[in-house]
């Protein structure tokens, strides 16, 4: 190993160790295990709840007029990097952040939201643009800040090319990613999903991953937190099994982690990068004789590359910035569509009809019932167990649709929504068929194993 000293392996073990805290290590709090970053953004959440609606009209409604402007491609945002990559986008994404104003306004001014004869109430209601505005995009737009601001702890000093370096014989063979993958998946699975695509978003546009590699792990290892599953749990009135549905999800995940790379659409991806040079070589140069030697190096030499205090705001302003202006439109126009399409049309119980066969073959009690919210979950990931919870008697049945509603991973209302409207190479439709493969995975573990337990 070369140049070590301790002034490097200072600044690389204290701000990661201040990372691993803040995103990856759990704490109780209030009751109910988290992050520390979820409770700082919390905790700000509380205090600015009155004009953190405010705030998010006015991000959305900036992206919508800065996106139409930036279609014309006028200098002042094509000399900027920061602008150029926030708004200079393609028409359709301008559309949607428009469409995200307007839905916006709409159920911010709160029009039509109590007369159910207005065509505005589809969009405003509180089951659908009420609970994206909300429920979610006051939630994200302090998450977004907190950690787009912090998120160079774990970015910056050379953790994830430690980490890397040292998993790169576990992840890439069984997973097809890189070893840094893994504090992307620790950061979902502990804290929240969003923080993963976050970190897979920020690599990837750093050229560190490949389009196949940020594809898989935005769509494979942004796990749903543990806080969540202790929601949706408890929604459907189960929560004494807490521990067996846990270990359900995990063992589900590493399935579908394993799986889903393999078939398409995951594998039709190429090894294509937004960046070149920057990807970590997967052996070990013959200079170093220990794995460890070789991870230190590698993060030591991303210590000196870093410029100090003022690049580390302008990264975390970067991210926060893109975050913002790049994806809360994009979660107001698809969250607030695919909930007016599941309260209000029949679609995802016809979609839902052809999993009756299988749900059949798996002797599953009340499959049609259970039909209904397989295809549900695409919209939102909460819809299926209050469906559940109102409408299916047989526990084995509702805690199937627990598991499912959770390892199925992507909707719109949020993740889905988060990576259609960053530069994650995934189409609509191919996150659909992601969708679909692990619902049907999901369902010949769980089912089965249910039987067992029930």
């Known amino acids: 190993m070369k140049n070590i000293d301790k002034k490097s392996l200072a600044k690389f073990i ?7 805290v803040l995103f990856m290590i759990p704490v109780k709090f209030d009751g109910s295990w988290t992050i520390c970053v979820k409770i700082l953004a919390d905790m700000i959440s509380a205090l600015l709840k009155n ?19 930036g279609l014309g491609k006028p200098k002042f945002i094509m000399d900027s990097a920061l602008l150029k990559d926030t708004f200079a986008i393609k028409p359709i994404w301008a559309i949607i952040r428009v469409l995200g104003a307007v839905f916006i306004w709409l159920t911010y001014l709160n029009i039509g939201s109590e007369d159910q004869s ?31 601001l912090l998120l160079p702890l774990l970015l910056d000093f050379g953790l994830l090319e430690y980490v890397g370096a040292l998993l790169t014989k576990v992840m890439r063979p069984l997973f097809k990613i890189p070893g840094r993958a893994a504090v992307d998946c620790f950061t979902s699975w502990i804290g929240d999903g969003t ?9 990837y546009e750093n050229g560190f991953y490949s389009a196949r590699e940020a594809s898989i792990i935005a769509t494979t290892f942004s796990a749903v937190s543990i806080t969540f599953s202790i929601v949706v749990l408890s929604q459907v009135g189960l929560m004494e099994y807490f521990g067996v ?29 937004l960046v070149e040079g920057k990807a970590m070589p997967e052996t070990i140069p013959e200079e170093y004789d220990s794995l460890n030697k070789y ?21 975390g302003l970067k991210n926060a910035i893109g975050m913002w202006f790049g994806v809360l439109p994009t979660v107001m126009t698809i969250g607030t569509l695919a909930l007016i399409l599941s309260n209000n049309t029949p679609i995802f119980e016809i979609m839902g009809k052809p999993f009756m066969p299988l749900l059949n073959l798996l002797q599953l009690p009340e499959a049609a019932e259970a ?30 649709v627990a598991v499912v509603s959770v390892t199925q991973l992507i909707y719109l209302s949020e993740v889905g929504g988060l990576i259609l409207g960053s530069k994650l190479p995934v189409k609509l439709w ?11 995975i999901s369902l010949l573990i769980v089912c089965p194993l249910a039987h067992l337990i029930f």
């Not at 998010?56 to 992206?63: G, H």
């Not at 923080?195 to 690599?203: A, D, P, S, Y």
């Not at 230190?296 to 003022?310: C, I, S, T, Y």
């Open 14 to 20: 204290i701000p990661s160790l201040v990372g691993i």
């Open 371 to 400: 039909s209904k919210t397989m295809i549900v979950g695409f919209a939102d990931m909460f819809t299926p167990s209050i469906i559940a919870a109102e409408s299916i008697a047989s526990p084995l049945t509702r805690f199937c």
């Open 295 to 315: 991870a230190l190096d590698l993060a030591f030499k991303r210590v000196q590359e870093n410029k100090g205090f003022g690049e580390f705001i302008t990264n």
């Open 51 to 69: 004009v953190l609606p405010l705030l998010c009209v006015i991000i959305v409604t900036i992206s919508a007029v800065m996106s139409v402007i």
């Open 245 to 273: 549905y846990y270990l359900m999800i995990c063992l589900i995940g590493v399935v579908c982690a394993i799986i889903s790379p393999r078939i398409p659409p995951l594998s039709l991806k190429k090894d294509t990068y």
């Open 430 to 440: 191919e996150l659909f068929v992601i969708f679909i493969e692990r619902t049907i």
């Open 195 to 203: 923080l993963g695509i976050m970190l897979t978003c920020n690599q």
């Open 118 to 148: 207005s065509i505005f109430h589809f969009i405003t209601d509180g089951g659908t643009g009420g609970f994206v505005l909300g429920d979610l995009l006051t939630v994200l737009v302090i998450i977004f800040a907190i950690a787009g």
